[in-house]
């Protein structure tokens, strides 16, 4: 049973587009939900992260917007560039040692 | 520092064989992480560490063995490979306390055949 459903499972925006992904998790124990970035052949790595008390968060052109009663969370990219082209996961964990990930997105931002 | 390490980067295994795939991290870092990640699937949680000693498993630990003699080293064994196996292994680690940000290597392909 996936605790954590990712969607879309691919996406295509233009350059400059603004492409949102979308998790919804099932467990309210979650704690941490972190956004990972991966570049192929490369390991994930840590974009962004929120905690269950904040309804919005953004570094850059990175915003996690999240909806604690709906038990969703989205990842927002402004202004996209080619070179954001890469696989997007999200994830959700309680504590140091439960973290769940979703399937991934692959985004794809033409020039 | 080079953060988390992982070798060898490419493996294929007959059914059977067996090896061990090594991750080693210079961060100090208390906690140490196994992944597989299966193609449209996401990452899954072999087994994990938090600290020298102390090993327990994950989501999906079948198959596999792991040892933690140093902070710095969390080797992943598969003793009798089976094609089940093929997939990419991450290893991770964090630091005390804070929160779950964890930190990948740069993973190991495997292909069992």
């Known amino acids: 049973q996936q605790q954590v459903k990712q969607s879309p499972q691919s996406l295509i925006v233009q350059k400059g587009g603004i492409p949102i992904i979308n998790c919804a998790y099932e467990n309210t124990a979650f704690d941490y939900f972190p956004w990972y970035q991966q570049f192929p052949g490369k390991g994930p790595a840590l974009l962004i992260a929120i905690r269950p008390d904040v309804s919005e968060k953004k570094e850059g052109r990175f915003t996690i917007s999240f909806n604690k009663s709906a038990k969703q969370f989205s990842l927002h990219i402004m202004d996209s560039q080619p070179g954001d082209s890469a696989t997007y996961f999200c994830?959700?964990?309680?504590?140091?040692?439960?973290?769940?990930f979703g399937a991934g997105t692959r985004l794809t931002v033409k020039p | 520092n080079a953060g988390v390490t992982q070798t060898p980067k490419f493996r294929i295994l007959k059914i059977g064989q067996s090896m061990t795939l090594q991750c080693t991290q210079d961060?100090?870092?208390?906690?140490m992480y196994w992944y597989r990640q299966d193609p449209g699937m996401g990452l899954k949680l072999i087994y994990y560490s938090v600290g020298a000693g102390i090993t327990d498993k994950g989501e999906v630990p079948n198959g596999y063995n792991v040892s933690r003699s140093t902070t710095e080293d969390f080797p992943l064994r598969l003793e009798l490979a089976a094609p089940s196996q093929t997939s990419v292994y991450f290893c991770?680690?964090?630091?005390?306390?804070?929160?779950?940000?964890?930190?990948f290597g740069p993973g190991t392909r495997l292909t069992v055949l």
């Open positions: 961060m100090n870092h208390n906690y």
């Open positions: 994830a959700a964990s309680i504590g140091n040692n439960d973290m769940r």
């Open positions: 991770a680690s964090k630091t005390s306390g804070g929160h779950n940000e964890q930190f």
